[in-house]
């Protein structure tokens, strides 16, 4: 594997898992990454979803961190709009004091939640407008100079906690291209924008004080397995458990013949969509799919959500993947 692959983990929780496994699962997740040799491990930010466990994101990445040595960690992302620019310099300062060199702060400016979660959040439905100043704003607070007159981040100040800009759109490639950052395409979930934005961005890019050539991070979905029957049958629970997310609410529980109805549907074809670019099998034929995935998305960097059923399964797929790219070991 010619590229580096990173983690992105969705801190799920499972069927019959509580949210104190899923955390001993990231933790678990991130030190066999560190020994494995994965560049870094992200977590998303996502709210009112009964079945991921990464809502305080920054609070996750201070325990992992806590539990590991030398990997890198971060947001992949934090949803700025719902935060003010200063709080999270404030927490990622802290992050990046007690664990230098380690933190990254991935950036978006979706809400990861619904609308009712929007209001909960006390978050205006306007404040995605202003995400190109909140970030300024913020990378103001970490590298300086502030942009607000006598207010500065402490801790922040002068970390220079290393940003990036997530994406499923133009939008976000033309910002970050403007911007001199890396961008990272959600690919692993909203597939349809990455050739148009990856383009977009290495055409439009302008080098900045953190960065001075494109870096591109693209996300896909990985299920490696010892066989390839196992890989696609645990595939297809992926599927399953997304239409319990999707179609009951988080709550609701579907049988697997009726989740396999919906998925059949035109309705739960979005789902399959969503997972256009998912590599699925033994280590073999997701190296395979990688390699050519890199190509296709242009990609300096893959960063991969491991999708397979349990913790254990997941852990597997994370170590088999690794030997099969020939990962440096710790």
Known sequence: MTLPLSILDLATIGKGQTAAESFAGSVAMAQSAERLGYRRVWYAEHHNMSSIASSATSVLIAHVAAHTETIRLGAGGVMLPNHSPLTIAEQFGTLETLHPGRIDLGLGRAPGSDQNTMRALRRDPLSADSFPQDVLELQGYL?????????????????????????????????????????AFASHFAPNALKDAV?????EFKPSAQLDAPHVIAGVNVIAADSASEAQEMMQATKRARVSLFFGGGTREFTD???????????????????????????????????????HADADELIVAHQSTGTEARLRSVELLAQAAGLARV
């Open 199 to 203: 383009a977009l961005y290495r055409r």
């Open 143 to 183: 590298t300086g100079p502030t942009r607000i007159q006598g207010v500065e981040a402490t801790p922040g100040k002068g970390t220079n906690v290393p940003l990036y800009i997530l994406g499923s759109s133009l939008f976000g490639a033309r910002l970050a291209a403007q911007l001199g950052l890396p961008y």
């Open 257 to 295: 013949d009726e989740a396999d109805m919906i998925l059949d549907s035109p309705q739960g074809q979005h789902v399959s969509q969503m997972m256009t670019y998912s590599a699925v099998g033994t280590p073999d034929a997701v190296l395979d799919y990688l390699d050519g995935f890199g190509r």
